[in-house]
């Protein structure tokens, strides 16, 4: 089965880089003019294009452009000409703040959403429940860059108890929150959901009738049943959570990979813009991978199948 | 009885959304664009009960502009989308074979793609428009629709009325959209609704960064950008479209929810009870 799920990965892989390419290809304009352009500081000559195009292979047909392309890419030699640096560098300079962007949104949401679905679930139509309904209704709704300015309007300029930017473990609350604010809303909503439905099998009924604490019943035989789609939403939801990223880096001037895609978008770097496209499905098909793999630990049944 | 009532309260949320959105030139007190630089960045007063912008607009206009504007590229978004998807999701499941494989690995690759930042890079590199907008959205979104109809295509392919309508002579496009179509229908309506909701979180997110309407449309995301410069002292500029944002999000989200549970009551989800 993992043997499958990887041909899959690939397979997406290469599709990926295909459409990537493809984008870099078709955008307007002349590269080699506006690379020139930027080089020399004026308007560069016929000649000096046709000399450009044909020392970087720019005369050739799309398939073997594709395969330059793929071939600098994977061997980390592709060069953004914004920065003169190679690709791979500038996303693996960029990739921890989003990285720990991501992953304190992740855990936010899962911190505060699971245990907020479970009590909804055992309460069920209790103020508590209608509250945390109300709250994850409201909290998929919110749009992102809203609450992040919300956020920052509050806790930046009305309070002055945190800064807007800079990098540090402070700075990364607001951007957290309002990252994690719509995965945290969701996550409360499908752990409440499971619970409900894992609650009314049997064998939680046999586990109470043989005389299990409560608490035992509600996390060791309940959760551990629940969360199996709690762990497909996030990762399903990872991928928003990256397109996120995008809008929320650029809010509060972070230095991750989303911010560097803008730039590179602004400044008609298409190159950068997309080998970024190709890292950010590469790491979208990894987490899915990740997760099937949890999947198999936390529910031994897929094993056999 | 609680859940039609409650159906009818989400579907009344979204007709005074709709309401607003067709009879905003009526009721709003201004011409949204009008420009009046006598009267710029006025806080909230009788005459101007939203304030006005940077420019003098008058901001209650532009909100209520912004109804139409936003559901007018949601509703489009979401026909495109839910179109191509039919339209792929049918013949995948009805050829099967080769065209059902090919069809299916677009749809893969495209789900590696986290679909706002197709769109991004789709508007970055062809320039922000109406028409790339729509596009650049309904380029992803298709393969959700593809694959619930791929499903319910298989399901019926080898259904009795299929075998019948066959054996009476009809032809493949007649059976494929007089028998399969009606009933892969009921499965995508509550996700048409819901994805009006996420349209209208994307487009106004896309404005937001620059890149999906350009000012000075009056869209929520383009005023929530126009207004950033005058956060501190004039923060209802950036209040008002982003809670409108919120309320028609919610509006849709809670109406999908309900279709979702009336139309599929097998489907157990949080939203139930």
Partial sequence: ?305 | MMKIVKMRANTAMVLVLVFLGLFSPVISPYDPNELNLKDRLMHPCVEHPFGTDNFGRDALSRVLHGARISLFVAMSVVALTTFAGICFGIIAGYYGGIVDNAIMRIVDSLLAFPNIILAIVILGIFGPSYLNLVLSLAAVWWVSYARIVRGVVLSLKEAEFILSAKALGAGNLQIMAKHILPNALSPILPLMTLDLGSAILAISGLGFLGLGLQPPTPEWGVMLRDALPFMETHPYLMIFPGFMIMVSVLAFNMLGDSLRDALDPTLKLGSKI
């Fill in chain 1, 1 to 305: 089965m993992i043997i499958k799920r990887l041909a899959t990965a690939l397979l997406v892989m290469f599709f990926a880089s295909f459409l990537s390419f493809s984008l870099l290809y078709l955008a307007p304009g002349n590269v080699a003019e506006a690379v020139l352009k930027e080089q020399l500081g004026f308007e560069p000559t016929e000649d000096e294009i046709v000399a450009f195009m044909t020392r970087y292979k720019l005369d050739k047909p799309f398939f073997i452009q594709y395969y330059i392309w793929l071939r600098l890419f994977v061997t980390g030699k592709l060069i953004c000409p914004q920065t003169g640096e190679s690709v791979t560098g500038e996303f693996l300079y960029r990739f921890p703040v989003t990285l720990s962007l991501a992953f304190s949104a992740v855990a936010f949401a899962a911190c505060f959403g699971i245990p907020l679905g479970i009590v909804s679930a055992i309460r069920r139509n209790s103020i508590i429940d209608s509250i945390c309904r109300v709250i994850a209704s409201v909290g998929v709704s919110i749009p992102s860059f809203w609450l992040a300015l919300l956020l920052i309007l509050f806790f930046c300029v009305k309070l002055r108890i945190l800064p807007v930017f800079g990098l540090g473990l402070k700075n990364l609350i607001l951007p957290t929150i309002a990252l994690g604010l719509h995965l945290f809303a969701s996550i409360t909503r499908v752990t409440r959901g499971s619970m409900l439905e894992v609650l009314s099998q049997h064998y939680i009924l046999v586990s109470r009738a043989k005389g299990l604490p409560e608490k035992m019943v509600i996390l060791r035989h309940g959760l551990r049943n629940a969360v199996i789609p709690v762990i497909t939403l996030i990762g399903l939801q990872f991928g928003h959570l990256l397109g996120g990223t995008v809008i929320i880096e650029s809010i509060f001037s972070l230095p991750g990979i989303g911010k560097f895609l803008m730039d590179s978008i602004f400044a008609r770097d298409y190159i950068a813009v997309s080998a970024f496209v190709m890292f950010i499905a590469f790491l979208f098909v990894i987490v899915n991978l990740i997760v099937d793999v949890l999947y198999t630990i936390l529910d031994p049944r897929v094993r056999v199948e």
